[in-house]
């Protein structure tokens, strides 16, 4: 291929281009264990306890930091208890199927490669000379895993020979010491640097509806239905952070905000007096340039 053309027809080259050419290459090279184990017990047909253990460790926590913490632990826990099989229950006609579940877990993760040592961006050679430059971003030696603890309960049943049910489910995850790019004065150098910090929290309930309408011997209808609702908040921020700014355009922000959901759009509004918008001299509304309001949200 060649950029912009050929500057001598017919002579298939890349120094022919009629432009500059320029090739990059990136290679990300990284290393990972694991340790995984379970253990499944049940008593009486009706209750059923399950267990997991993992221990990973990761090359991209390790850097040349002799004491960083390259290894973690995360294990999770689940309980059942089937209802319609105790005692008395299993005698009702009209209740097909009754099952509670309650679960824990948590679960860490690394992050990407080059994030705990300082690497070099080569750039287009000048002449016969090589160019090398420092990323933008702070590498940091001392990252540790991301951790998200969830717990979640539900309540699964099915009635008139399964004509009707439901499962409805209410669940609460929190993420701690996320991995993320914060801005840092430029006269260090750099424009940002990569930190553990913050808090990330999803609270819900999901509902599911199954219906048999109709159920012949030569046909059946059968019909479910969801719904949903998620609430996320942004707890925290990495110390000295007050927001972080995903996307800016023109005169709007994507930020991430303790307290807000996350992916928060700010951006200016009008000047407003009593309750009513400012009309300057030239005909048009005032715009408060200085201050920024929340004007929605992503999610």
């Known amino acids: 291929s060649t950029v912009g053309g050929l500057v001598v027809p017919e002579l298939y080259s890349v120094t022919n281009s009629v432009d500059p050419y320029q090739v990059s290459e990136y290679l990300g090279i990284l290393g990972e264990q694991s340790l995984y184990g379970n253990v499944s017990v ?5 209750v059923y ?29 689940a309980g059942t208890l089937l209802i319609h099989e105790l005692g008395g229950l299993q005698d009702l006609a009209w209740m097909n199927y009754l099952k509670l579940r309650v679960n824990y ?6 992050t990407g490669v080059y994030r705990t ?3 070099y961006n080569q750039g287009t050679n000048w002449g016969s000379l090589s160019l090398f430059s420092v990323a933008n971003t702070l590498q940091n030696p001392n990252l540790k895993s991301e951790k998200t603890n969830s717990i979640e309960a539900g309540l699964e049943a099915y009635f008139f020979e399964s004509r009707i049910g439901f499962d409805v489910a209410l669940y609460k995850t929190n ?8 801005p840092v004065s430029r006269a260090t150098g750099y424009n940002s640097m990569y930190v553990n910090g913050g808090e990330m929290e999803n609270k819900g309930i999901e509902v599911a509806l199954h219906l048999v309408p ?29 927001s972080l700014q995903l996307m800016s355009a023109w005169d709007v922000k994507i930020n991430a905000v303790p307290g807000q959901p996350y992916g928060t759009i700010r951006g200016s509004d009008y000047v407003w007096t009593d309750g ?5 001299q030239n005909g048009y509304l005032l715009i408060d340039v200085d201050t920024l309001v929340v004007m929605g949200n992503v999610q």
């Open 49 to 77: 306890v399950e267990g997991t253990a993992r221990v990973y460790q990761s090359s991209t926590l390790k850097g040349l930091n002799p004491d960083a913490e390259d290894t973690y632990f995360y294990p999770s826990v």
């Open 117 to 119: 040592i300082s690497t």
């Open 175 to 182: 993420s701690f010491d996320q991995i993320f790019s914060v």
């Open 214 to 242: 109709v159920k012949t011997s030569d046909f059946t209808w059968n019909m479910d239905v969801n719904w949903f609702a998620n609430r996320n908040t942004v707890v925290s921020l990495a110390e000295g952070v007050t």
């Open 105 to 110: 877990a948590q679960v860490g993760a690394g």
């Open 276 to 280: 009513k918008k400012i009309v300057g």
């Open 42 to 46: 049940g008593y009486g047909g009706f």
